[in-house]
C-alpha cells in the first residue's frame, strides 16, 4: 500500500500542552542526573538472543567500571534465568556498596513478590513497579476504567510496602512508572502517581523515584519538557519525589527529549549504553553523558577507554554500535571531504600553538583523546579528499610536513590512485603513492646517491664530489656551486644534460631527539619550464637536500619518458 497522499486521514497531530508560561527553554544544564542504565533489562528484552548469565556479569561490571551507580538487572518474575542471575547477583557479594540495582515488575501481586524475593540479602535495592495509563491501553489493551487503572497502581503500591516491611535489613527505595506517560493525560498521570505516594509515603530525606516514560516516542522533544515541567509543577509534594526520565527512539529524538526534560525539571536520566532498546532504542547514556561533557561539564561517567566499552557492549548485544552513531561509531570523528580535512589540520596546527587547553578544532565537538580515541583516523582519504587530507595523513604516519605548493603538486598522484583503487586509500596508499611520485627510497631508479664529498674551493665556491649510480651503474662525478645545493645542480648539468634551477626549498627535522631525521623538498624549473618537485629524507640534513636534488632530477628525467 502506497504512503497517504492525505496522512491527516489517518493520523492525527499530537496535542500541545497548555504551558504558556513554560521556563525550561531559557534554562540551561548545569550538572549531572543520576544515571540509571536499564541494559540489563530494558536492553536485554530488546535484542534477539537474551544474554546469559555470563554476558550478564560482563556487562554489570563493565557498567560498574564506567561509574552507574543505579543498575536495574532484570525483570525477575519473567523466568528462572532472569530470578537466578538476580539473586546470584545479590549473593555473590560483587554489588559495590556505592551501586543500586533495580528490578522491574509490573503492578501484580505474584510478580512483586517474585521481585522482592529476588533481592533477598541485598544492602540497598530498587523495586520498579510500573502500569499503563494512557486512552489506548485502557481502551484497547486493558479495557479499564480510570478509577481502575489508578487501584491497580495503589493495590501494587500497597503490596510493595508490605514486602519491604517484611525485609528491614535491606534499604529499600521505592520506583513507579505511569507507563506510556507521554501519551496519557497529564492531570491523569499525576493523579495516580499521587495515589502511589500516599501509599508509600515518600519524605524529602527517602524519595520516591517518579520515572516518566515516553514509552514510545509520539512529538516532538519540546511538548515531552512541557509535560516534564507541567508535571514538576503540579505534583503534589514535589520534594518528595526524584523525577526521572526514560525516553524512547521512535522519533529520532530519544536524546534531545532527555535533555530539555532535565532542563524542564527532572533529576534522573534512564537509558542504555549507545541506545540499545525496543524498536528504534532507548536514549542513549554516552551520547547525553559526552554532550555535557563537551559543554564544560563533568558527567560523572568515564569513557575514557570507549573502544572497550564498545567492544563490551557488542559482545554481550550481539548488535553492532552503528559506524555514525555520535561519539563512538568508526567515522565519527573522520573525514573524506577536502575542504572539511583542511580545516581539521588547521585546527589541530593552531591547537598545537595554543597557550590553553580550549578545545576549538573545527568539525570536532571533542578530541578524539579524550575518548581513547588517536588522532590516525581523523582524516581518511578517498577520491573526495583534498590536499589537507593526505598531507595530516603523511605527517601523521611519516612525519612529512609537505610545503602547500607541493601538496598540489601530489594531490595530482593521489586522486589518479583513488580512481584507479576505487577506494579509500590507506596510509600504506598514501606513502607509497608518494614515494613513488618523487622517486623516495624506492629502486631502481635513474638517478641513486651511493656516496659523496662536500670541499670548498680557494674562490669560496662549494665543490660536490661523489658516486651516483645512473642506471644500476656507479659514475664518479663533481660539480661547483655557490652552495652545496648548486654545486649539486651543477654536477647534473654537467655530468649528465639534467638542467634544474630551483625556485624553493624547505627543511624540517622529523621527530625529536638524537635519532631524528631531516627532510628536505625542492621545487624546481626544468629548462622546459616546467616545475617539478623532489624529496629527500636522510639522519643528516645536508645529505637529505642532495637527495631531494636527485629526486627532482629523476623526476625530470621521468617526465622525459
Known amino acids: 500500500m502506497p504512503m497517504l497522499s492525505d496522512p491527516g486521514r489517518k493520523y492525527r497531530p499530537f496535542p500541545q500542552i497548555n504551558l504558556p508560561d513554560r521556563q525550561w527553554p531559557s534554562r540551561t544544564i548545569t550538572a549531572p542526573p543520576r544515571w540509571l542504565s536499564t541494559d540489563l533489562r530494558d536492553g536485554n528484552q530488546s535484542i534477539i538472543d537474551p544474554m546469559d548469565s555470563a554476558k550478564k556479569n560482563r556487562f554489570f561490571d563493565l557498567l560498574v567500571e564506567v561509574g552507574i551507580k543505579e543498575i536495574e538487572v532484570g525483570f525477575p518474575s519473567a523466568g528462572a534465568t532472569e530470578f537466578d542471575f538476580i539473586s546470584g547477583l545479590v549473593k555473590s557479594g560483587r554489588i559495590p556498596d556505592d551501586v543500586i540495582v533495580q528490578v522491574l515488575t509490573q503492578s501484580r501481586e505474584d510478580l512483586i513478590r517474585t521481585s522482592f524475593a529476588s533481592l533477598e540479602g541485598a544492602k540497598q535495592a530498587i523495586v520498579h513497579l510500573y502500569n499503563a495509563v494512557s486512552p489506548a491501553w485502557r481502551d484497547i489493551v486493558f479495557r479499564m476504567t480510570k478509577p481502575e487503572v489508578v487501584e491497580i497502581a495503589r493495590s501494587g503500591a500497597k503490596i510493595m510496602r508490605d514486602e519491604a516491611a517484611k525485609r528491614p535489613d535491606t534499604v529499600w527505595h521505592f520506583q513507579y512508572s505511569p507507563e506510556t506517560f507521554s501519551t496519557a493525560e497529564i492531570d491523569f498521570s499525576i493523579e495516580v502517581c499521587e495515589a502511589v505516594m500516599k501509599v508509600l509515603a515518600p519524605t524529602p530525606e527517602h524519595p520516591i523515584i517518579l520515572n516518566l516514560p515516553a514509552t514510545v516516542e509520539a512529538a516532538t522533544p519540546n511538548i515531552y519538557a512541557d509535560q516534564i515541567e507541567y508535571f514538576c509543577r503540579n505534583l503534589p509534594n514535589r520534594e518528595s519525589a526524584v523525577i526521572s526520565l526514560h525516553t524512547h527512539n521512535d522519533r529520532g529524538t530519544g536524546v534531545a527529549a532527555a535533555e530539555l526534560g532535565l532542563m524542564a525539571g527532572a533529576d534522573r536520566v534512564e537509558g542504555c549504553l549507545f541506545g540499545n532498546g525496543e524498536r528504534t532504542g532507548n536514549c542513549c547514556l554516552v551520547t547525553v553523558a559526552l554532550n555535557m561533557y563537551t559543554q564544560g561539564i563533568d558527567p560523572g561517567l568515564d569513557f575514557s577507554d570507549i573502544d572497550r566499552v564498545i567492544e563490551t557492549v557488542e559482545y ?170 648548486s654545486s649539486v645542480l651543477t654536477t647534473l648539468e654537467e655530468s649528465f644534460g639534467v638542467n634544474l634551477s630551483v625556485l624553493d626549498y624547505t627543511e624540517h627535522a622529523m621527530g625529536t631527539g638524537r635519532d631524528a631525521r631531516a627532510a628536505a623538498y625542492l621545487m624546481c624549473e626544468t629548462g622546459d619550464g616546467d616545475i617539478i618537485w623532489g624529496c629527500g629524507i636522510d639522519e643528516d640534513v645536508a645529505t637529505a637536500s642532495v637527495r631531494a636534488v636527485l629526486s627532482a632530477a629523476n623526476t625530470a628525467v621521468g617526465q622525459q619518458g
Open 316 to 485: 554481550c548485544n550481539e548488535l553492532p554500535v552503528h559506524q555514525r552513531h555520535p561519539y563512538g561509531g568508526e567515522l565519527v570523528f573522520t573525514a573524506f571531504s577536502g575542504s572539511h580535512q583542511d580545516a581539521i589540520k588547521k585546527g589541530f596546527e593552531a591547537h598545537a600553538q595554543q597557550n590553553d587547553e580550549q578545545w576549538r578544532v573545527p568539525y570536532l565537538p571533542i578530541d578524539p583523546a579524550d575518548l581513547g580515541r588517536s588522532y590516525e583516523a581523523v582524516i581518511r582519504v578517498n577520491s573526495q579528499s583534498g590536499k589537507g587530507g593526505f598531507a595530516w595523513v603523511l605527517e601523521q604516519n611519516q612525519g612529512l610536513k609537505l610545503p602547500k605548493k607541493m601538496q598540489a603538486d601530489f594531490s595530482k598522484h593521489v586522486q589518479r590512485m583513488a580512481d584507479e583503487l576505487g577506494r579509500e586509500l590507506n596510509a600504506a596508499d598514501i606513502w607509497q603513492a608518494f614515494k613513488s611520485a618523487y622517486y623516495v627510497q624506492t629502486h631502481p631508479k635513474h638517478f641513486q646517491l651511493v656516496d659523496y664529498d662536500e670541499g670548498r674551493a680557494a674562490d669560496g665556491t662549494r665543490i660536490f664530489s661523489g658516486t651516483i649510480s645512473v642506471k644500476g651503474e656507479e659514475q664518479r662525478v663533481s660539480g661547483r656551486g655557490k652552495g652545496l645545493i
